[in-house]
């Protein structure tokens, strides 16, 4: 084998060691995981909801415990709290305007607040049960719709404080719902009956103009942004359905493993890979992931693990914040790292001239020495293709030894290490150059204890054992009479068998326990 050809192996490692998996480091991936992290935390209890003001600089409203609170979307600072309930407070939702907010409540209550001097300009009386649905029409700026347990849906003329409708079709809790982006008449509720009813206003009769079953209880619905499309959330699974088509279902997204309870749409910009601004639907769940779906191809490009079961989420217009509410009281909040591009220079000297003076670019010209020299100082920036110098590899001793084919040499310096992974990797390069059974036998008896020793100790492992007990086997029949002929070889061997009987009876153990589970689990899925 030539010198060259051996060197691209070294240093040795094993071979059946599992690799970690990497994370996955498409522009995609960058993008969302550019937003740092920060922690709003001891909010006393569950974050039931979060909206972003649609009007820079675009602060965000949360809902937990018995007030409404108003972030700055830049520092996560509180900005104006709202101590207007006398329970739990729901369902925040902002004015296409950005002036005024409104917010449900556990008495049944919607309210609409006034940002700046937080008093309540309207209160609205007609739910009997909680309001956990309350959301302004897109552009409409006079109306807005509710939903409570109650199981009714309501549209408000908010000047008058007046009920215009009220909307009969669900036979459970009305929990979400999303105005269209087509037209501020028509809206979406959803609900515990597992059903998603589409509404339209100017319908003289209250009943809905489509329905669509969702097969779990609906936890979220959001029109995505062409309104032609509707999500829905509920159990594990998010489903997209065709408005346009009649309610016809387009795709099915089961990739969180326990109940999906918000989606939001957020607008990735043009340093995420893509070629122009694109959305993505978010979603998150009690399973405490963030997932990250690209509609337009129907697959998941991203996803996030946070330490807590996830309530609500939200994603800025301008797309630099993205917020996260759990239910053990904190807010993850996030926002995007600015990228800063450096101009180009023009020339690596900065000529200064006097106080108060701009510093001058001096051009430099080929007949200077530093004209040759230039850059070698400067970080790189982005874009640029870097030559890097071929780091020199520090190679162990076993790893020497095998590039100069002193084979035995190397696998008897790998035994003295104590390096399992050191040993076995040495093993496999050995059996790759059919020179293993060879060493094993021109070991002496130290150096054959050695081995038995190693055998002893790492045969029985799952990850080694592959390598290890077919070697053992072998060992033992080729050194069958040096064994015999030494007490302390003998000791290894009975040492050796001792593990192997060990681990014998542990998979023995373990066969009769799982003979006892299996049929318990079988008759346990089968009710």
């Known amino acids: ?49 979060i909206d972003f003001s649609p009007v820079s600089p675009h602060d965000f409203a949360a809902t937990f ?43 049944g209550l919607v309210q609409v607040f006034d940002i700046k001097t937080r008093s309540a300009l309207r209160q609205l009386r007609g739910h009997t049960r909680p309001v956990r649905l309350v959301r302004y029409p897109r552009f409409d700026r006079l109306h807005l719709f509710s939903g409570g347990d109650d199981a009714l849906v309501k549209y408000w003329d ?34 515990y009956d597992h059903t998603v009813r589409l509404w339209d206003v100017r319908v003289s009769s209250s009943n809905s103009v489509m329905e669509v079953n969702h097969g779990k209880p609906v936890e979220d619905v959001i029109f995505l942004p062409s309104g032609g499309l509707i999500v829905t959330a509920g159990g594990n699974s998010v489903k997209i359905w065709d408005v346009i088509g009649g309610g016809k279902l387009v795709h099915t997204i089961e990739s969180h493993n326990k109940t999906v309870t918000s989606l939001c749409v957020g607008k990735i910009g043009k340093d995420s890979g893509e070629e122009s601004q694109q959305y993505r639907l978010l979603s998150v769940a009690l399973d405490g992931y963030m997932k990250v779906f690209d509609y337009s191809k129907m697959k998941i490009t991203h996803s996030m693990r946070f330490p807590a079961p996830l309530l609500s989420v939200g994603f800025s217009p301008d ?37 108060g003076e701009e510093p001058q670019r001096r051009v430099l010209k080929p007949s200077n020495y530093r004209y040759f020299h230039r850059s070698q100082g400067e970080k790189p920036s982005e874009g640029d293709y870097l030559v890097l110098r071929q780091k020199k590899v520090k190679l162990s001793e076993h790893d020497k030894l095998l ?55 790492h045969s029985t492992l799952p990850r080694f054992s592959g390598l290890l007990m077919r070697l053992t086997r072998k060992v033992v029949e080729m050194r069958a009479e040096d064994i015999r002929a030494s007490d302390i070889l003998k000791g290894h061997i009975r040492n050796l068998k001792r593990s192997v009987d060990e681990e014998i009876r542990v998979q023995q153990s373990l066969q009769e326990i799982q003979g006892i589970i299996s049929p318990l689990l079988r008759i346990a899925g089968r009710r």
């Open 1 to 49: 084998m030539a010198e060259s050809q051996i060197a691209k192996t070294f240093p040795v490692k094993p071979k059946q060691k599992p690799k970690p998996k990497k994370p996955s480091s498409t522009p995609e991936s960058k993008y969302w995981r550019s937003f740092n992290s920060h922690q709003i935390p001891n909010l006393i209890s569950s974050v039931t909801s």
């Open 403 to 457: 590039k100069k084919f002193r084979h035995r040499e190397a696998l008897v310096s790998a035994l003295r290490g104590k390096n399992p992974e050191n040993v076995v990797a040495v093993m496999e390069e050995l059996v790759a150059r059919k020179k293993l059974l060879k060493c094993v036998s021109n070991l002496d008896t130290e150096e054959l204890g050695l081995l038995l020793m190693f055998l002893q100790r």
């Open 319 to 355: 797309c630099s914040t993205r917020v996260i509410g759990t239910s053990n009281g904190i807010i993850f909040a996030g926002k995007r790292k600015k990228v800063k591009h450096e101009e180009s220079r023009l020339g690596d000297f900065v000529g200064l001239g006097s106080i």
């Open 158 to 191: 908010i000047a008058g404080e007046t009920q215009i409708v009220e909307l009969k079709g669900h036979k459970d809790y009305v929990r979400c719902g999303s105005g269209s982006p087509a037209s501020s008449e028509m809206f979406a509720t959803g609900s």
């Open 65 to 107: 415990s018995t007030s409404l609170t108003i972030y700055n979307s830049e520092t996560f600072e509180p900005k104006t709290t709202i101590p207007a309930f006398s329970d739990v407070a729901f369902s925040a939702a902002f004015r296409s305007d950005g002036k005024l907010i409104a917010a449900g409540g556990q008495s």
